[in-house]
Antibody
Framework: EVQLVESGGGLVKPGGSLRLSCAAS????????MNWVRQAPGKGLEWVSS????????YYADSVKGRFTISRDNAKNSLYLQMNSLRAEDTAVYYC?????????????????WGRGTLVTVSS | EIVLTQSPATLSLSPGERATLSCRAS??????LAWYQQKPGQAPRLLIY???NRATGIPARFSGSGSGTDFTLTISSLEPEDFAVYYC??????????FGGGTKVEIK
């Protein structure tokens, strides 16, 4: 089955750190760019970060630049998001999403497969 | 940053009716626009990309049109499972990807 499964969310204090993981299965993970998209409670969608298939190209939203780091391990079919210096406004469900629908060595900027998300709550 | 404005915020319709959703960009995005459907407690699903191309497995009752700054998602005849929130997204100004605020299609 083609799927993405996120993990690693939880409650963290302001200024703290958290590492999210996304396990991919059912497709050739190493061929696709990957992304993180978040959704604050009751709000819309916000793009967070993207990484190309070989990790050659990495991009961040201004709101997380310098605090978050995206990475991937193609041997483990896994995507990661290291989140440091967390703020209350980072509270959201974080979705792992595959770039698509076309396969490219760059970054595909639509999101054609999504995980169910993991909730990150930043609160004292 | 390109701002996407979706209207209306809420659309109240009955099953079988036609739904027309609008997405307006603050500057031209050419045809680089996608539509997503999100049901409560679920992840979004890609419906349309590059303004008018249906994603894999998407029923033909969903269609997209438009270019430049004005786009439309049309659901020709609403099925019970179509009641959800719909978002547009532009990729023209990558990497500054932005989404619209969403339109909720609810049962009248």
């Amino acid at each position: 089955e083609v799927q993405l499964v996120e993990s690693g969310g939880g409650l963290v204090k302001p200024g703290g750190s958290l590492r999210l993981s996304c396990a991919a299965s059912g497709f050739t993970f190493s061929s696709y760019s990957m992304n993180w998209v978040r959704q604050a409670p009751g709000k819309g969608l916000e793009w967070v970060s993207s990484i190309s298939s070989s990790s050659s190209y990495i991009y961040y939203a201004d709101s997380v630049k310098g605090r978050f780091t995206i990475s991937r391990d193609n041997a483990k079919n896994s995507l990661y998001l290291q989140m440091n210096s967390l703020r209350a406004e980072d509270t959201a469900v974080y979705y792992c999403a595959r770039g698509g629908p076309t396969v490219t060595t760059l970054v595909a900027w639509y999101f054609d497969l999504w995980g169910r998300g993991t909730l990150v709550t930043v609160s004292s | 940053e390109i701002v996407l404005t979706q209207s209306p915020a809420t659309l109240s319709l009955s099953p079988g009716e036609r739904a027309t959703l609008s997405c307006r960009a603050s500057q031209s995005v050419s045809s680089y626009l996608a539509w997503y459907q999100q049901k409560p407690g679920q992840a979004p699903r890609l419906l349309i990309y590059d303004a008018s191309n249906r994603a894999t497995g998407i029923p033909a009752r969903f269609s997209g049109s438009g270019s430049g700054t004005d786009f439309t998602l049309t659901i020709s005849s609403l099925e019970p499972e179509d009641f959800a929130v719909y978002y547009c997204q532009q990729r023209s100004n990558w990497p500054q990807i932005t989404f619209g605020g969403g339109t909720k299609v609810e049962i009248k």
